[in-house]
């Protein structure tokens, strides 16, 4: 019988718990934004950990600004991240990280707008005198 999840499945989501808490209570850079960790990918050979986030800019930064900086951050403190994260997850070899802007909540919400806002120019359009003919 085949096997529910695949290995790499099982290793990115708990590379995906454990990182979060791991950024939430040791990275105290305050560049650092409001990190959200959307998704995880490893690869087959476990060599590479594709770590998809979201950023929350905080107070007067730009949202651009505010991503740059943090996947910077991120980045940046990725060997501390991989090293911390071998403590607590027992893989003869840890991924190396990779971290990445996951923009599909951004184009949700950029599709959500769209669909709301034809949606009202939908309601807001007058009746063809022709749909109420029998």
């Not at 209570?25 to 959200?36: A, F, N, S, Y």
Request: glycine share 4%; net charge neutral.
């Amino acid at each position: 019988m085949a096997r529910e999840f695949k290995r790499t499945d099982r290793v990115a989501d708990q590379i995906q718990r454990d990182l979060a808490v791991l950024i939430q209570r040791e990275i105290k850079d305050p560049r650092l934004g409001m990190v959200t960790i959307s998704h995880a990918k490893v690869s087959k050979d476990l060599g590479y950990a594709d770590v998809y986030v979201t950023v929350m800019p905080f107070g007067e930064q730009d949202e651009a600004e505010a991503i740059k900086a943090s996947l910077k951050v991120l980045n940046s403190a990725a060997g501390f991240l991989r090293s911390e994260l071998a403590r607590g997850i027992k893989l003869r070899i840890m991924p190396q990280l990779r971290f990445h802007f996951d923009e599909s909540v951004e184009r949700g919400r950029r599709l959500h707008s769209l669909i709301e806002s034809a949606y009202q120019q939908e309601k807001t359009r007058p009746q063809n005198d022709s749909d109420s003919e029998d």
